[in-house]
């Protein structure tokens, strides 16, 4: 599976951004999909998931209700909507997929996209 993340910016406390992450590859349909990011010097964190074949989402506690998660099967591709941007948000952002079971662990992913960078001003 090949994955091409992007939508990352610049944004004000309080903004908004869509980050997308374009899937490509044999049988990625099967796999679960999730957002992770990484502050500079801290470990990446897992923030969101979701599987093409099951419309149920998850989310970590720091962004349950301002982030949304979703695919667009037609575009082979998985969105991350966010909103009421905080400083502490500031990060860069990356889409994973794996086979099988949704997780939130780092390691349990295959597949990684570049990464796309994500600001927010205070």
């Known amino acids: 599976v090949q994955l091409q993340a992007s939508g990352g910016g610049l944004v004000q406390t309080g903004g908004s951004l869509r980050l997308s992450c374009a899937a490509s590859?044999?049988?990625?349909?099967?796999?679960?999909m999730g957002w992770f990011r990484q502050a500079p010097g801290r470990e990446r964190e897992w923030v969101a998931g979701i599987k093409w074949t099951d419309p149920v989402t998850y989310y970590a506690h720091f962004v349950k209700g301002r982030f949304t998660i979703s695919t667009d099967s037609a575009k082979n591709t998985v969105y991350l909507e966010m909103n009421s941007l905080k400083p502490e948000d500031t990060a860069v952002y990356y889409c994973?997929?794996?086979?099988?079971?949704?997780?939130?662990?780092?390691?349990?992913?295959?597949?990684w996209g570049q990464g796309t960078q994500v600001t927010v001003s205070s």
């Open positions: 590859g044999r049988d990625f349909s099967s796999h679960a």
């Open positions: 994973g997929a794996k086979r099988g079971v949704l997780t939130s662990t780092p390691s349990d992913y295959a597949s």
